[in-house]
């Protein structure tokens, strides 16, 4: 096994608890990225949320390429968009159903902005925004035309988890068959298209780069990585911190992201 992709995730994996890259997992990284692997952030953020970071690592330009809003979105770096998956006015209209099944803030996250129609924004929500250097547009329903479309819905709590919760256990059936629904922390439920997720985006890269999937590591910590997990080819690096869902279906797990568990396991497997 010859390692090409190494895919990771940004929250709770890359990045400290801090929000910060370590310098020993950069330094890994760089080292990874120089000797020819592609280093691909893999994240729930729009392309404006993990620049940063990619460019704290080196990486830029049309031949480096990051997964997005958890996979609706692969884009190079300097903009070019490989695949995009979108949803329409029909699912901006079921996503206000959804949300009137407990006291949640919803939000609509495109490739330009976010979008809500909700005038009492969620902490969570605003941190989203900030997090992903990202404007967050507050509209009435009535203004939003017919021909709206956004790659990701994220619901969040105006009071407490427990509302997240109350929306996760009372979304219909329906909902888990017409969309890709994944729990991405305990105050956050993000939506996407159907077959819209990190692994999905990261086979499909994989195939324009001519790249086997043997040939591919994975690096994640929560339920919008476990779709790169179910995939049987990848090498699959959990976290130290991740849930216990991804720690089942990983090959190894690593140290968590504040003792440079990316790093380690990159050193131990790869360099």
């Known amino acids: 096994m010859a390692i090409k992709i190494i895919a990771v995730d940004l929250d709770g994996t890359l990045l400290s608890s801090g929000n910060v890259i370590l310098p020993e997992t950069e330094r890994v990284l760089r080292v990874a990225s120089e000797s020819g692997i592609k280093v691909v ?3 729930g953020r729009p392309l404006s949320g993990a620049l940063p970071f990619a460019q704290q690592l080196g990486l830029s330009g049309d031949e480096q390429y990051a997964i997005v809003f958890n996979g609706a979105v692969v884009q190079s770096l300097d903009g070019r968009v490989l695949m995009s998956q979108e949803l329409n006015y029909q699912d901006f209209n079921n996503m206000l159903r959804f949300q009137r099944l407990s006291h949640v803030d919803v939000h609509f996250e495109t490739t330009k902005y976010f979008l809500t129609c909700d005038h009492d924004l969620s902490v969570q929500m605003q941190i989203n925004a900030a997090l992903t250097n990202n404007i967050i547009k507050v509209r ?3 203004d939003i035309p017919q021909d709206f479309t956004f790659n ?8 407490s988890s427990d509302q997240v919760d109350k929306l996760w256990n009372s979304l219909p059936a329906w909902a888990f068959d017409t969309y890709d629904i994944v729990r ?18 990261l086979m499909d890269l994989a195939s324009r780069l001519k790249i086997d999937q043997k040939d591919v590591m994975v690096f994640g ?3 919008n990585d476990i779709s790169m997990f179910e995939n049987p080819n990848f090498k699959k690096i959990a976290m130290g911190n991740a849930i216990e869902a991804i720690k089942e279906k990983a090959d190894y797990v690593t140290d968590d992201n504040d003792h440079n568990g990316i790093a380690k396991a990159i050193k131990k497997f790869v360099l």
């Open 41 to 43: 952030l893999a994240t």
């Open 140 to 142: 009435n329903r009535k």
């Open 152 to 159: 990701k819905v994220g619901f969040t709590s105006i009071e």
């Open 184 to 201: 991405s922390f305990d105050s956050i439920i993000e939506l996407n298209a159907l077959g819209a997720s990190k692994g999905n985006a």
């Open 221 to 223: 910590d929560q339920g």
